[in-house]
């Protein structure tokens, strides 16, 4: 059976992909890959598309019904959250224009939840703008603000932009938990032992590019083409980490305590009991 997969073309998907994608892990499916924005592979599961998929945290209320989260091969960390970005230091947000990456984003989500808090009267028009568009707006005053992840966390300075609020670090000091962002959902359909098989597989690829990080160089090199070597090691070294080969007990806790903050705020529906629960 070929998996058809959707990932972003972002170091760390391609890292942790590698190995699998290119049929060095023993026992693994072979993959079809498509790469997408994160927007699009958001959209990608709602509408039941694709056998595997990186998606947002936050849109897991909506597919959890088809799709199951696998333990492993997201995104979560420690000081790697989402930035709002300004072109001047301290501006007050009440009505202003914010562009974020997707409304159905764990970015937005932490985001939504943090402007309750520190925003009153709340922030105004909110635009949907793919991320490597973002800084470009805020710089050239197209929008107020901007709602940055990924690399952007190391080159916003070269956009001439200012650090209004770290998102990440604010769920940090509230919750003291790890900040889940991406995901990898997969059919459930495809039935227990293939969901096994392939959590295991995703699982071996991360640890084989842990093992050999000059391997996976050529595939993220040629789908980051436009990002400095440097930068792409730092994205990788951010978001690659014990979260990716296993959520374990922290992980799950953070995205339990993420969708049921969210819930309570009226921002996504509530979890069904065992809906995170893997096979």
Known sequence: ???????????????????????????APALDVTFADIDLTNGMAERGEGDVLKVSYAVLPWILDEYALLPCGGALGRGCGPLVLTR???????GRTVAVPSERSTAYLLFRLWAAE??????????????????????DGRVDAGLVIHE??????????????????H????TGLPIPLGAIVARRSL????????????????RMAWDDPEASRPYVREHAQEMNPAV??????LYVNEFTAA??????????????????????PPLAPGALDFV
């Open 247 to 268: 959520l374990g007990e922290d992980g799950y806790a953070a995205v339990r305590g993420l969708l049921t903050r969210a819930a309570a705020e009226g921002l996504v």
């Open 171 to 174: 769920w940090e000091d509230v």
């Open 191 to 206: 039935g227990a032992p293939e969901l096994r098989r392939l959590a295991e597989s995703i699982r071996t690829s991360v």
């Open 1 to 27: 059976m070929t998996l058809r997969i959707a990932y972003s073309p972002c170091p760390n998907d391609t890292f942790v992909f590698d190995a699998l994608a290119h049929g060095r892990v023993p026992g």
């Open 88 to 94: 001047e230091p301290g501006v007050e947000l009440a």
């Open 232 to 237: 792409a090691d730092q994205h990788i070294g």
């Open 118 to 139: 520190k925003v009153p009267g709340g922030v105004g028009e909110v635009v949907v703008l793919p991320f490597h568009e973002i800084m470009p707006a805020v710089r």
């Open 152 to 169: 952007a966390r190391f080159t916003y300075q070269g956009y001439g932009l200012h650090c209004l609020a770290d998102m990440g670090e």
